[in-house]
């Protein structure tokens, strides 16, 4: 059951978000970040498989209504404004994303972003690790956070680091560089038949990346972040979005994704800067959207054009309500929202 609308939670709960925005703020104005407060409405978003935008028509005075889309992200602005020399920049806001709805989803959700030009993925880590402590002390007034199921975690700590394939023949038994090997040879199917031949339950034209997420959804996920937060490096290059690869090891790209509590927090990458390749994999995402019958998107030209002028970048979107939760030891996304999204 929703909650239900009590003053006292409400006050609360917006004096807990007061309190995070400014910790927030604090800790980059510290490192001279500038905050930017980028367009909702745009002509058309990054394009993944399983990220479906809000479409809107828009009355601009002729004929016909011109159709845009709430921001998914605010990542196009962001590398748009690298390319034209910004540093160091970060937005803190809300962005929409259809069909998602549940105790860790909501259409309509907050986003901490920003991008460090020249930065590493260690920089964002590093600043990760800094933000959740402040944020914990100005919540909570201490970096031990008590979790759900009531175990203790202390964001003092570094962050645990763990590389994807280790974590895959930990708590999976697959051996996931050799599925990465037969699949450069050309076995696309590799991964697919090795859970099938194990028994798992697959839809009839499931992919890898089908079997990808449901492997880390049931075997890694629950494993990890315990104590401390834990970063997952090393993603397969399948998986690699607007992520490098790594150029000592093309099986992998640059990307890495923090959880903790049973829950993904952030997602970050070493940025792509080839145009070319960025619009391949545009190309391949609309493929895959047409295979699973969901909407045509547009591809956003200028945002390809400008990623040539991009210099060298390291970028994280960090799930702001969902790291609300942790620190507050909350289980719904409901919890830390003034009005839940059916309520709004």
Same mark, same amino acid.
């Given at each position: ?122 920089? =964002?880590? $590093?600043? %990760? #690790? ?9 919540? /909570?007034?201490?970096? +031990?956070?008590? !979790? ?93 979005? =607007?992520? $490098?690869? %790594? #150029? ?9 994704? /923090?959880?903790?509590? +049973?829950?993904? !927090? ?79």
């Amino acid at each position: 059951m929703r909650i239900q609308n009590n003053p006292n939670r409400i006050l609360d709960c917006i004096q807990k978000r007061h309190l995070a925005f400014a910790a927030i703020r604090q800790y980059f104005s510290s490192q001279d970040f500038i905050e930017i407060d980028s367009s909702q409405l745009i002509k058309a978003n990054c394009i993944e498989t399983h990220i479906d935008p809000i479409a809107v028509k828009v009355n601009l005075g002729s004929h016909e209504n011109v159709e845009r889309y709430l921001h998914t992200s605010p990542e196009i602005y962001h590398k748009r404004l690298l390319s034209y020399g910004a540093q160091k920049i970060y937005q803190l806001g809300h962005v929409f994303r259809n069909g998602e709805l549940g105790r860790l989803h909501s259409p309509e959700f907050t986003l901490l972003e920003w991008y460090r030009a020249h930065g590493s993925l260690d920089d =964002l880590i $590093k600043d %990760c #690790e800094n933000l959740f402590a402040l944020m914990a002390k100005a919540l /909570i007034g201490q970096t +031990q956070i008590t !979790l759900i199921d009531q175990s203790i975690m202390d964001l003092s700590k570094p962050f645990e680091k763990r590389d994807m394939c280790d974590l895959w023949q930990q708590y999976a038994a697959i051996d996931l560089r050799s599925i990465l090997i037969k699949m450069k040879d050309g076995h696309d199917l590799a991964l697919v038949e090795l859970v099938r031949k194990n028994g798992m339950p697959l839809r009839e034209n499931a992919t890898f990346e089908d079997v990808f997420h449901h492997i880390m959804m049931t075997k890694i996920e629950p494993m990890i972040g315990t104590d401390r937060p834990c970063v997952i490096l090393k993603w397969p290059v399948q998986m690699a979005a =607007l992520a $490098k690869p %790594c #150029e000592d090891d093309l099986l992998f790209a640059e990307r890495f994704e /923090i959880y903790a509590g +049973q829950m993904e !927090l952030a997602n970050a990458f070493q940025e792509l800067i080839d145009p070319a390749e960025q619009l391949r994999r545009f190309q391949a995402d609309l493929l895959e959207r047409s295979k699973l019958g969901k909407k045509d998107l547009p591809i956003h030209e200028e945002f390809i054009t400008d990623l040539a002028y991009m210099p060298n970048a390291a970028g994280i979107a960090v799930g702001f309500d969902r790291l609300l939760m942790l620190i507050l030891g909350k289980t719904s996304i409901d919890h830390v929202l003034a009005f839940p999204w059916l309520k709004n």
